[in-house]
Structure formats: structure tokens, C-alpha cells
């Protein structure tokens, strides 16, 4: 093969890129028609979050049917976030946060110094990958002790076989995670986004294919997690070849780009490690309870989720290239705006959105999750869950706009520290709210510690609904921290419009919560005879009339907020609307 087919291909498009960056640089320095701009990206990013989403709350229903939220349940939940974790922090970080910038860069010189960075991109990263998955696999005994420690006897066991099978998935989505980046630097998204269809897909028909054929039923999930990691990468390598992107790797850890990805990573790993260690803390905590603590706490998590991935991340992801152009400029009138705006969509659809998920948490977890192994005990425990989480559910989609701002003025440490400060919290919450833990003789010394420091200072015996409540406490510390701090820096952060927004559409959610439960109230949703369609049917329009009344009652205050979100709706859709609904340009 000649030198020329390693070569990154189509300089002309590399070149219409570059003059595209550019023009949207200058189109930034207006001010007209940049808010509407952001909401029309929030409903490109969203859009194609929303089906993986789907997907995977698919794959999660059909988990629920088989295994419900039982001993098998937890142990396979425990297993998948011990790679899950270091998925996060090697694949999806390292990718997004620091290779993205560094191609861009080279994209502008010639081909062969990129082709050469990026064979030294993939060769290093999927070394490491691999040493990480030996490890993972050798260890994983210890491993999983460490992160379980209330798991004993067949239970324990069975997780360390799950987490050792599952590190493999550890290779397979890391190499799919660097596929991602390189696709995401040359401006292609649509096989990316696809891709974790392709994994919920992968997993649920290794549930109903293999579930019956193995020893360990719960071992088909294993399977199919690593099906799905392969799926992910195969899925990919067809769009990087046409991009003309080589396969051929090379491993050169010391390429001057990767060391310059390296001083990118330390910083934003440190912070994203703050906030997984936070999941992960959940999760230890939840596996010193009852059974199905720990499937509970992962089911209610993946609802809370639902909105955060589609509209939040959405969001900050739309928001930051104005905020970062305002920070180059230094127009704090602007960023002032900005910031602003984003803060007050936060509050028109977030603040309605926790109160649903906490006046709807048992018909929403009905409607999905009860059916076969699930039983209508783990739906009250888990939309208990789901209410707890719900109270921190504004404070999270705010802190991103506020992070958001924060990396647009080149500050990455207060994030950090308001990681810090989120955790802090978060164990000693934990400690304080989860109430006694009752341990079997054979559990090791960081189960009985953690046992004895929770029986001096425990205040309540909430149980896995304290984790959850401690995470919302977590989220609310860390918003306050970086508020604080970022007031401090930028004089003019917009508490003022924020507060006028935060209290219409706070008004609107109390007016809203009192339609909901009484709707609520009017239907039995336990009840063992009732029919999946009519408590669709109920739900649906739970959903509508509590969707209708925010909107009635936040007009008066919120009309142009409300007016800005319809603009993430095709324009086809929008000249439907009445001239009044129609956003402004």
C-alpha cells in the first residue's frame, strides 16, 4: 500500500471547514439572531441524543422484565460500572476534551503530519486500552471487592465473573470512544450518534437469545454488553475509511500532540474522575442495603438521565462557542446575556420537569418497568428513588450552564473544587440520611467502617432513598460553589433575570404539581388486574394536562423563553404555530 492511501483525503472540504469556523466566528460577533442560533443547535444535539436514549431506556425495560431488582440485577449493575467508570474517563473524556481541539489544528496543515498524528492517536490509545483490560481482567476479584464491599458469598462471586467478562467492553468502547473523536473533528456525527443504538440493540437481543441457553441467565447481559462494545467500533471504521483516515496504528507515545492532549486531560479527567467517583460512592453505599438497592438506585438513575441528556447537555453544548466568543472579545455585556439565556430556558423546562418526575415517578416507573420480574415493591422503592433524585434535578442543568461559562473564561479549576465540594457532601449526606447498615459476619473492613461511622452519625433510615436524596443535596453545593465563584470573577453574572425567571416559572411548577396530583390521585396504579394501555393512556395525559397548565400559568412571565424553545422545532412545524407562538428572530 503507497504512502498516499494513509493520507487524510479531501483537503478541499478540510479547507470549506476551516472557512465555515471562521464565518461562524464572525456571525458571532453579532448579537441578532445569536440566542435563536443556540436553541437551533440545542435541537440538532438533542434530536440525536434523544433516540440512543430511547434505546437504551428499551434496554433497560427489558432488564427489568427478566431479571427485575434482584440479587442477579444488582450484580450485574455493580459489574458494568466498574469499567463504565473507566470508559468515561479514558474513552469519552480524553476524546472530546482534549484530541478534538489538537486535530482541528493539525486539519489545517498538510495531510501527512495529520495522518501521522492520528495512526499515533489510535496505536497509543488502544495500547493502553489493552494494558487497562488485562488489568482489569486480572484483578477484577479485588476490584470488585473494593467497589462492592457488602457484596458476600454467591453474590460477590457472581459479580466478579460479570465485571471480569465486562472488562473486555472496557477495549471494545474505548476504541469506539477514539474512532468517535477523530469522526467528531472531521465535522462527521450522524455514525457516532448511531452507535449506541447499535449497543442497547446488542444487549437485548442477547437477553431473549442467550438468557435460556447459559448456565447463569444474568451472564447473557455480560455477553451481550461486549457484543454491543463491538458493534459500536465495527460500526464506525466504515466512516473513518471514507474519510480517508488510515487503520494502520503506530505507537508513539511521545508524538508532540498526544503530550499536548496530556496537559489538556489532567485538569477536566481530575474533574470528570470527582464526578464518577460520585456515582461510584452511590453505588458502594447501596450495595451495603437490602437487595436491589443497587438496581433501584440504577433504574430511577437512568429516568432522572432521560432529561438531563437531551435538553441539558444539549444545552452547555450549544451555549459554549458563544460564551467562548464573547470571553475572546470581552464582551461581558454579551457573555452577560448569553449566560443569561441559557440560565432562563434552564428554569422553563427543567423546574417543570423534576416536578413531573417526582408527581409522576410511580406511574412513570409503572408503565415501564412493572411486568415480569418486576415487582410493585421495587416500583415504590425505585419511583421513591426517582423523587429524591428529582429534587436536584435544576440544580445539575444549571451548573452545567455555569461550568459551561466557567471553561469559556479558561477556568477549569473551580469546576474541579466544586466537584470537591459535591462530594464532600455527598458522603456525608450519604452517611447522615442511608440509616443503620446491618453487615453479615464475613463483609471486610470497609464495609464494617463505613458500617460503624453511618451508626454514630445517622439521622434518618432512609436507605438507598438518603444515596439519592445526598445526590440532590451534592448537585445544590456544587451550583452555590461555582456561582459564588464565578460572580466573584464576573462581575456581571445575571442574577438579576435569573431570579425574575426562577420565580414565574417556580410559581408555574407549584400551580402545575397541584393539577398532577390530583390527576394522579384519580387512578390505581398498582392495581394487579389494570391494563398497560389505559395506564398509557392515564400517563399520556397526565404528561398533557400538567404540560398545558406550566405553559398557561408561565406565560405572563416566561413568554419569550417559551417562544425561543419552539425554535428548536423544524421550521415546517413552526409555520403552523400562531403568529403569537412564532419565536423572534
Known amino acids: 500500500m503507497s504512502p498516499k492511501s494513509w493520507r487524510l483525503k479531501r483537503p478541499a472540504e478540510r479547507q470549506s471547514g476551516v472557512n465555515t469556523v471562521k464565518s461562524g466566528v464572525r456571525g458571532m460577533q453579532q448579537d441578532s439572531g445569536e440566542n435563536a442560533r443556540v436553541v437551533r443547535a440545542v435541537g440538532q444535539i438533542g434530536g440525536l441524543t434523544l433516540l440512543s436514549r430511547i434505546a437504551g431506556l428499551g434496554r433497560d425495560m427489558v432488564i427489568s422484565y427478566v431479571f427485575g431488582a434482584g440479587l442477579a440485577a444488582d450484580a450485574f449493575f455493580m459489574a458494568f460500572r466498574i469499567p463504565n467508570l473507566l470508559r468515561r474517563l479514558v474513552g469519552e473524556g480524553a476524546t472530546d476534551a482534549a484530541f478534538v481541539p489538537v486535530l482541528t489544528r493539525y486539519l489545517t496543515r498538510r495531510s501527512r503530519a495529520t495522518s501521522r498524528m492520528i495512526r499515533a492517536f489510535f496505536g497509543t490509545g488502544l495500547g493502553l486500552l489493552l494494558v487497562l483490560t488485562g488489568l482489569g481482567i486480572c484483578f477484577a476479584d479485588p476490584i470488585t471487592r473494593l467497589f462492592a464491599p457488602g457484596f458476600t458469598s454467591d453474590k460477590l462471586l457472581l459479580t466478579i465473573d460479570l465485571t471480569r467478562v465486562m472488562f473486555v467492553y472496557l477495549f471494545c468502547v474505548g476504541a469506539a470512544a477514539l474512532a468517535m473523536g477523530v469522526l467528531h473533528a472531521l465535522r462527521h456525527f450522524t455514525a457516532p450518534a448511531f452507535a449506541p443504538v447499535l449497543f442497547n440493540a446488542a444487549v437485548i437481543v442477547s437477553v431473549f437469545g442467550l438468557s435460556a441457553q447459559v448456565a447463569e441467565p444474568v451472564m447473557s447481559l455480560a455477553y451481550g454488553v461486549v457484543l454491543g462494545g463491538v458493534c459500536q467500533l465495527l460500526w464506525q471504521l466504515p466512516a473513518l475509511v471514507r474519510h480517508g483516515v488510515s487503520l494502520r496504528l503506530n505507537w508513539q507515545p511521545r508524538h508532540p500532540a498526544l503530550r499536548r492532549m496530556g496537559l489538556l486531560l489532567l485538569p477536566l479527567v481530575f474533574g470528570t474522575g470527582i464526578f464518577q ?35 441539558v447537555v444539549a444545552l452547555s453544548t450549544a451555549v459554549l462557542p458563544s460564551l467562548a466568543t464573547y470571553a475572546r472579545q470581552k464582551d461581558w455585556g454579551g457573555m452577560q446575556d448569553s449566560l443569561g439565556f441559557a440560565l432562563r430556558l434552564v428554569n422553563v423546562v427543567t423546574l417543570p420537569a423534576a416536578v413531573g418526575l417526582a408527581v409522576l415517578a410511580t406511574p412513570i416507573t409503572t408503565v415501564l418497568f412493572f411486568r415480569g420480574a418486576f415487582s410493585a415493591q421495587d416500583v415504590v422503592l425505585t419511583a421513591t428513588v426517582l423523587q429524591a433524585l428529582a429534587l436536584g434535578l435544576w440544580a445539575v442543568a444549571a451548573t452545567r450552564q455555569v461550568t459551561a461559562c466557567l471553561y469559556a473564561l479558561g477556568d477549569t479549576r473551580t469546576p474541579v473544587w466544586g466537584g470537591v465540594v459535591a462530594l464532600m457532601t455527598k458522603i456525608g449526606a450519604s452517611l447522615v440520611l442511608m440509616g443503620h447498615i446491618s453487615l453479615p459476619g464475613e463483609t471486610n473492613w470497609l464495609a464494617q467502617g463505613v458500617a460503624a461511622v453511618s451508626g454514630m452519625v445517622s439521622m434518618q433510615n432512609w436507605g438507598v432513598v438518603g444515596l439519592a436524596a445526598a445526590t440532590s443535596l451534592a448537585s445544590m453545593a456544587n451550583l452555590v460553589f461555582q456561582a459564588v465563584r464565578l460572580s466573584r470573577r464576573f462581575s456581571a453574572f445575571p442574577w438579576q433575570q435569573w431570579a425574575a425567571s426562577l420565580l414565574w416559572s417556580g410559581l408555574a411548577s407549584v400551580g402545575m404539581l397541584v393539577v398532577l396530583w390530583w390527576f394522579v390521585g384519580q387512578v390505581d396504579w398498582l392495581a394487579p388486574d389494570g391494563s398497560r394501555l389505559s395506564r398509557l393512556g392515564s400517563l ?5 394536562i400538567g404540560g398545558c397548565s406550566f405553559v398557561v400559568l408561565v406565560w405572563p412571565g416566561g413568554k419569550d423563553e417559551l417562544r425561543a424553545l419552539l425554535g428548536i422545532l423544524p421550521h415546517r412545524l413552526l409555520g403552523l404555530l400562531p403568529q403569537f407562538l412564532q419565536p423572534r428572530q
Do not use: H, K, M
Open 540 to 544: 399520556g395525559g397526565a404528561v398533557l
Open 277 to 311: 467517583l460520585n456515582q461510584i460512592i452511590s453505588t458502594l453505599l447501596a450495595s451495603l442495603l437490602a437487595d436491589g438497592s443497587v438496581a433501584c438506585l440504577w433504574y430511577a438513575g437512568r429516568l432522572f438521565e432521560f432529561p438531563v441528556g437531551i435538553f
